[in-house]
């Protein structure tokens, strides 16, 4: 058919170099030296200046790293990564941490001006802003600012960089930290428990809903570094929270290492929802450069009817492999998990959900859609089980794979798992193209090929996008567009 | 973990070695197929079985799994029975050993496997399908007998052909080769028994090639002992236009991997397989199955059905592989699960992997206990608790059993499998 021809055409043409995120700032840095040993682990944790559990808490991860081998089951290829080539701290010099506004340096004000983030409070207030988001801005290695601070205090939600939270707040850190992700759980992880430098930590108390949506920024500007953050999230009883999770990165011809780890726990009846944009540098239309996302998120649904919702739109990276989980371990509890991965250029994902059904009446719901376009690799991973004592759990997956052009692949991996008689799992996938069908009938009511096709590739994701929170469900829009350029409009 | 190690082999490993060089002078077969066996059975002591390390054998730990392998007994004895249908031509295998007695229809050549390799000729089929194909290592270094059968172009068989396999205890390690010529029509049925209580270990491959146009029902009806091992293979290729309808039923055997791996070479070939697994007891039964979408314009659907009563293990990975240049592949898998005890288990992994992007591909798994609702209102129509919950059991697997379009064929397995429910239910 003479109009799908017109789209592969087009989609050969794809110029992935349109990264509108990838200058770069000139910005003084401290670093460490490249590589990594235990002095430079050390050394983060003196620059952080952590407590001595915290210390040999990443001493420990760092030896057991030692005798790990990277993962090799996933769909991805990429040459061996040297981690003794990446500086594993960098931030940009005289900051310690996140402080007031006014402190930081304006340069750095500009960068996320131009990344479009608000970090100004006062504008926001004045009505700049539609909505009030409370912002923690991680440059590199470290928090650079945290907005609303005193607001939410106010409402007892403890927003804050880690490192800040770990001297301030050790107790809540302790008992949470690495209960959900332990410093054994893979590969990724374990260098995360070792190396991470900052992230997010807020703790949400008993009855409290968030006053507004929390969000974080991360931006990798220094050349050859990892971005190791780390994010706690915990909501107690009856709490309700909403976070947001950015990131950008310049453009460059090496590739760059971002092996995050994320933590959330929700107490009895308490309910988190998790939404990430990820637009990390993919790459030059060649494959050259990029970013290596490796990232493990997971939710723990610890108390009764909790909830824990992950909502994803990944557009960006060169290669991605992240799984954000839920632990179905409350009675009740539930799981959900929504995404977007749009491939094109040379990227690969390898990306899905696990839900692991462990208390009595959890229901947990997959929505995936893959979108695969020039010679990228997309595939969904992801594993649904019930043990023997989830009695009634039930869980719905649908993951449909888009492919446009016939140079690029989409994979399904489902991993399903049922010990209980009464649990109920229902599974479909589907892979295709765009249907002929449709195009003919939008074409037939004169709306062009480029447009139609827009309109089936949103229609196609409109499921996920409509979970994102509004200022997200936008941008995300736009992302999508912007990443298949060339095939819709 | 460091896997470079030279592995310790289990007591099932060193008596599968040990098998092998307890009759390495007696096997059939010297020269190629010798220098064949020899690697196969050293990659077998090298590597070992699979554990759930291998992606292909992750719900499957074979080298936990096989405890024990028990000995070939040379001088044991299993009876004929009687044909599953009515007037089909049955081909008696008897503890992995041909009986070439009887007269074959028109059309159809048989050989004894033996002889090919005997001569050699049997030594190029005997390569692995790759480093996880434990079933091919195995039947690959111990097989000794089996039937090679040549169906001319053309031949259009009214009756079936039935492959019986019957084992009485000890080792059977059989291959078949089964080629059908253009055009054909036949339906063979691959029947998998044993005589007795004792326990026994069969590994079968069935090598199908089928040709242009040819229509082909094969038929795999296992219902072995509750203390028996069956490792089994089929492998197909499909002509132009040519057809296969793979019809696999498992009702016995206490660790069962049944591994089908096929392709289509030519465009319009059609392949259909449909599945029933019957899982009872502590048995642990698993439906492996890949397939090349290699060329455009080939159509496939797989269906499964499984039913997992008592401490059942239950497992299905089908993996549909559409390669860059198979446009217009349709490909459709759907497995679905009734799980009905607490104490079974049931794994699914429905793979797709895509490279041709003007397809129509999906699968679907759903596992789920019986409906309470239809429950309630067969029971509200008078009919007790068990026999309602029988009929349910019976309706979600008959269904399939019915696409066959062969009346004797049907009746004759449904009551297998009607005679499993009342055995199970």
């Known amino acids: 058919m003479p109009a799908v021809q017109e789209t592969i055409d087009q989609v050969r043409q794809i110029d992935v170099d349109q990264y509108k995120y990838g200058f770069e700032t000139t910005i003084e840095v401290e670093k460490a030296p490249k590589g990594l040993s235990e002095d430079i682990i050390r050394f983060i944790s003196a620059k952080k200046s952590e407590p001595e559990w915290m210390l040999e808490w990443r001493l420990d991860a760092y030896r057991r790293w030692l005798t790990m081998d990277e993962p090799t089951w996933a769909r991805v290829n990429y040459p061996k990564i040297d981690f003794n080539d990446i500086y594993y701290y960098a931030a940009p010099k005289g900051t310690t941490g996140p402080k007031s506004l006014d402190e930081v340096d304006p340069e750095l004000l500009k960068v ?36 609303f601070k005193e607001e939410l205090k106010k409402a007892g939600v403890i927003f804050m960089s880690i490192s800040e939270a770990i001297r301030e707040h050790p107790d809540l850190v302790k008992k949470y930290l690495g209960t959900v992700v332990p410093t054994t759980d893979n590969y990724y992880a374990t260098l995360n428990s070792a190396v991470f430098t900052d992230g997010s930590f807020v703790f949400v108390p008993k009855g409290v809903r968030c006053p507004m ?45 971002h092996a995050a780890v994320v933590e959330l726990i929700a107490l009895d009846e308490a309910e988190i929802k998790y939404s990430t944009v990820q637009n990390w540098y993919p790459g030059d239309k060649h494959g050259k450069g990029g970013i290596y996302n490796f990232v493990t998120k997971r939710g723990d649904c610890r108390g009764k009817n909790s909830k824990i919702s992950w909502t994803q739109v990944e ?46 009446n959890t229901s947990s719901r997959i929505v995936s859609k893959g979108i695969a376009a020039g010679v990228s690799e997309n595939t969904y991973r992801g594993q649904v089980s019930a043990h023997r004592k989830a009695e009634n759990a039930r869980n719905f997956t649908q993951c449909d794979s888009l492919l446009i052009g016939d140079k690029c692949g989409a994979h399904t991996v489902p991993y399903i798992e049922a010990k209980n008689s009464t649990a109920q799992f229902e599974h479909e996938a589907t892979t295709s193209k765009i249907s002929e069908d449709q195009l003919f009938y939008c074409l037939q009511r004169g709306i062009p090929t480029e447009a139609a096709i827009a309109l089936i590739v949103n229609g196609f994701v409109k499921e996920v996008i409509q979970e994102l929170p509004m200022e997200f469900a936008v941008e995300a829009q736009k992302l999508i567009g912007i990443s298949l350029e060339g095939s819709v409009g | 973990m460091n896997m470079q190690q030279a592995i310790k082999m289990t007591a099932a490993e060193t008596a599968l070695v040990d098998a092998y060089t307890a009759q390495i002078g007696d096997l059939p077969g010297d020269g190629s197929v010798l220098s064949v066996r020899d690697t196969l059975v050293h990659e077998l002591k090298t590597a070992g079985l699979p554990t759930r390390r291998v992606e292909s054998w992750h719900y499957t730990d074979l080298r936990t799994l096989l405890r024990a392998v028990p000995t070939a007994d040379p001088t044991a004895f299993a009876d004929r029975v009687e044909a599953l249908v009515a007037g089909a031509t049955v081909l008696s295998v008897r503890n992995g050993h041909a009986d070439l007695k009887g007269n ?193 314009h080939t159509t496939s659907t797989e269906i499964i059905r499984n039913v997992v009563f008592d401490r059942a293990k239950g497992v299905f990975q089908g993996k549909i592989l559409v390669a860059k240049d198979a446009q217009k592949t349709d490909a459709k898998m759907a497995c679905n699960t009734l799980l009905l005890s607490d104490d079974a288990d049931l794994s699914a992994k429905p793979e797709l992997e895509i490279f041709a992007d003007d397809v129509q591909c999906g699968h679907g ?61």
């Open chain 1, 112 to 147: 996320y001006e131009k990344l479009g983030i608000p970090l100004k409070e006062q504008e926001m207030l004045a009505g700049v802003q539609k909505s009030k988001i409370a912002v923690d801005a991680v440059f590199d290695s470290v928090s650079v600012v945290t907005t």
């Open chain 1, 213 to 257: 949506e929390l969000s974080t920024y991360f931006r990798i500007n220094e050349k050859n570094t990892g971005q190791f953050e780390r994010t706690l999230i915990i909501a107690e009883d009856n709490a309700y929270v909403s976070y947001l999770e950015g990131c950008t990165a310049p453009q460059r011809d090496e590739n760059q290492l």
């Open chain 1, 315 to 360: 557009t960006g990276s060169a290669i991605t492999w992240k799984y954000p989980s839920c632990i179905l371990r409350g009675d009740g509890s539930r799981g959900e998990f929504y995404s977007i991965a749009v491939s094109n250029g040379h990227q690969q994902i390898d990306s899905g959900t696990k839900m692991i059904h462990l208390g009595k």
């Open chain 2, 104 to 296: 074959a229809p028109e059309g159809v050549t048989i050989r004894s496997y033996t002889d090919s390799l005997l001569d050699g000729s049997a030594a190029a089929g005997l390569a692995v399908l790759g480093t996880d194909d434990a079933i091919g290592r195995i039947n690959g270094g111990l097989v000794r007998g089996g039937l090679e059968l040549v169906i001319a172009d053309g031949t259009e068989l009214e009756d079936p052909l039935e492959i019986q396999l019957v084992q009485s205890l000890g080792q059977a390690h059989t291959r078949f080769p089964v080629s059908f010529g253009a055009n054909t029509k036949a339906t063979v049925i691959e029947r998998h028994l044993s005589t007795n209580a004792a326990e026994s270990l069969i590994s079968s491959v069935s090598d199908i090639t089928v040709g242009e146009g040819a229509e082909i029902t094969w038929i795999v009806l296992q219902q072995q002992g509750a203390a028996d091992t069956h490792l089994g293979q089929i492998r197909f290729d499909l002509a132009k236009d040519a057809k296969l309808h793979l019809f696999l039923i498992n009702a016995g055997g206490k660790l069962v991997r049944q591994e089908i791996h096929g392709k289509t070479s030519g465009e319009g070939a059609d392949f259909k397989l449909r599945g029933i697994n019957l899982l009872g007891g502590e048995s642990h039964t698993d439906v492996t199955f890949t397939l090349g979408h290699n060329v455009p």
């Open chain 2, 365 to 425: 798994a759903t596992v789920a206990d019986i409906d309470h609702t239809q429950l309630f209102y067969l029971m509200a129509r008078g009919i007790p608790e068990n026999k309602a919950r029988a009929m349910l059991v019976n309706a979600f697997v008959a269904e399939i059993v019915e696409e066959l379009d062969d009346e004797p064929l049907v009746e004759a397995l449904e009551s297998v499998i009607s005679a499993w429910l009342e055995k199970h239910a």
